[in-house]
């Protein structure tokens, strides 16, 4: 049996993944702070899927928490086959009106923990001749929406120079680009979703499904939908000061401070 990691495991699309990747019969290590709910995870997953879910409580803005997973994903006695670096969260506000600290717990979340989790899980899968690797990107790396989208462009950025430095070594990088998906995201974050059409709303199984079909067809960046892939090909076209106006407004619309 094979086994995954999957960072914010608990809620939304790692949740969506947790569900599926146990369907499909692979153990699971279960990352994110509140321990209380991935244990709960865990036994809901094992009692359904007959797997072995694993629980690994680490705050991935903290050096101490990173830590403990890129020591999991060394652990050469127990491999893991597939990463999915998903946890990850929005800053209530604008540039500006977000503090520094969080700016930096962003980038330390959403690049340095995806950079050095990456690197951990890729020696060993390197030295084994596979394995693979998710990171969740976003849309918005593609689109001027703050630290959160530029954080997101290092995401996709960075999959595509690892994916190609390790090609032909039978290690598998994907960067996934979700739209907009019904998650805990935007609550936690503090932003009204009602300036957000229905039409522009994913679901995050379908999701996931479609993420894995392209990582087992060996897509390096993955924008799973064909509406935002329409989307995303307009962005192409379109001029950069048009497109400023428009995307850095939907989806941020924050509540009361
Ligand atoms: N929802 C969207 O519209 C959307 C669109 C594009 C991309 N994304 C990206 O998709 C990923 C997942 O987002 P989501 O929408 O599923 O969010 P979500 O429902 O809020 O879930 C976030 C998960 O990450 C964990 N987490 C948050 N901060 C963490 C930290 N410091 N250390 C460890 N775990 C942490 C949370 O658990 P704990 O709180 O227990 O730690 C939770 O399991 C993110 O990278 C996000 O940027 C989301």
Redesign the pocket.
């Given at each position: 049996m094979t086994t995954a990691l999957i960072?914010?495991?608990?809620?939304?699309?790692?949740?969506?993944f947790a569900r599926r990747l146990a369907a499909d019969g692979r153990n699971l290590v279960l990352?994110?702070?509140?321990t209380e709910?991935?244990r709960e995870q865990a036994t809901e997953l094992h009692d359904r899927h007959g797997i072995e879910a694993e629980v690994l409580t680490?705050?991935?803005?903290?050096d101490g928490?990173i830590e403990s997973v890129e020591k999991r994903l060394a652990d050469r006695k127990h491999q893991v086959d597939l990463l999915v670096n998903?946890?990850?969260?929005?800053n209530k506000g604008r540039f500006l009106e977000v503090s520094m600290a969080d700016e930096l717990?962003m980038l330390k979340?959403?690049c340095e923990?995806v950079l050095r989790l990456t690197s951990a899980a890729v020696t060993g899968m390197r030295a084994r001749g596979r394995g693979g690797v998710v990171n969740?990107?976003?849309?918005?790396a593609f689109l001027p929406r703050g630290t959160?989208g530029a954080s997101?462009s290092w995401v996709v950025q960075f999959t595509q120079g690892a994916a190609r430095d390790l090609a032909g070594t039978g290690v598998r990088l994907m960067a996934l680009?979700?739209?907009?998906?019904?998650?805990?995201?935007?609550e936690?974050a503090g932003m009204g979703t009602d300036n957000i059409p229905d039409w522009m709303w994913?679901d995050?199984d379908k999701l996931v499904a479609a993420a894995l079909t392209d990582l087992a067809r060996g897509k390096v960046v993955s924008v799973p939908d064909p509406r935002y892939k329409a989307l995303m090909g307009a962005v192409k076209l379109a001029p950069r000061g048009l497109l400023g106006g428009i995307t850095s407004k939907t989806?941020r619309k924050y509540g009361p401070r």
């Open positions: 960072t914010g495991s608990t809620a939304g699309i790692g949740a969506a990352v994110a702070r509140d709910r991935l680490a705050d991935l803005a903290t928490g998903n946890a990850g969260f929005g717990t979340v959403h923990a969740v990107a976003s849309v918005a959160y997101k680009c979700p739209g907009f998906v019904r998650t805990e995201f935007h936690r994913l995050a989806g």
